[in-house]
């Protein structure tokens, strides 16, 4: 079963703008991690940030977390077209021996 | 250094039938774990092989079996598929219980 949801579902905005993505959960966590899927393809690992962290920064992408409300956001800012992707938030209980991954968002950037 | 390969990539299967799928991790990696990924949907987490023993098994019947080899590559079989067994299969690999990294996925149809 999925952990959590993502939220919105579907996104489009205009090349350059930034992109908000939500991610709620259920459970305790050790980590959560966001990932970024092309074309029903493989899943690339882009941030991770443990539970005793609110924010993390990697190069244009913010993620924050709020243990107390089970949620995490995904910011994408001065979005590029080749951002357009499916984007999961995935959360881990202890370590990494199982993810738990939610319903993902599919981002559209128009050019 | 090549990354974690999955083969074979697309594959169509009859109900009933069985299949095998087959995973090489990323060098020096000693940890595998498979995730089913249907249309539309995050992955869901099947099982993690280390040291070529399940160490974690998610929700999924007896129908779905594995096996890791002293290589540390790893087998997927499904037998008496169903219509619902059709997905993207992913396979992650890790050192221990580090970062996954995952695999293009082989997409199965079942007809």
């Known amino acids: 079963s999925q952990q959590g949801e993502e939220d919105p579902q579907a996104l489009s905005i205009q090349e350059g703008e930034n992109a908000t993505m939500n991610c709620s959960y259920k459970?305790?966590?050790?980590?959560l991690q966001w990932y970024r899927q092309n074309s029903g393809r493989g899943l690339v690992h882009l941030i991770l940030i443990r539970s005793n962290e609110r924010e993390k920064h990697s190069g244009r992408l913010r993620v924050t977390l709020d243990t107390s409300k089970k949620s995490s956001s995904l910011l994408i800012t001065a979005s590029r077209a080749a951002d357009t992707a499916s984007y999961f938030c995935a959360t881990a209980n202890f370590g990494n021996e199982k993810l738990t991954f939610g319903t993902g968002t599919r981002l559209t950037i128009i050019p | 250094d090549a990354g974690v390969t999955q083969s074979p990539t697309h594959l169509i299967k009859t109900r009933g039938q069985q299949v095998t799928l087959r995973c090489s991790p990323k060098s020096g990696h000693d940890t595998v774990s498979w995730y089913q990924q249907a249309l539309g949907q995050g992955p869901q987490f099947i099982f993690q092989?280390?040291?070529?023993?399940?160490?974690q098994r998610g929700n999924f019947p007896d129908r779905f079996s594995g096996h890791q080899f002293p290589n540390y590559s790893s087998e997927l079989n499904v037998n008496a598929l169903l219509l619902g067994d059709s997905a993207l299969y992913l396979c992650a690999s890790a050192i221990g219980l580090g970062e996954q990294y995952f695999g293009p996925g082989t997409r199965l149809t079942v007809t």
């Open positions: 092989y280390y040291e070529e023993e399940e160490r």
């Open positions: 459970t305790s966590i050790n980590n």
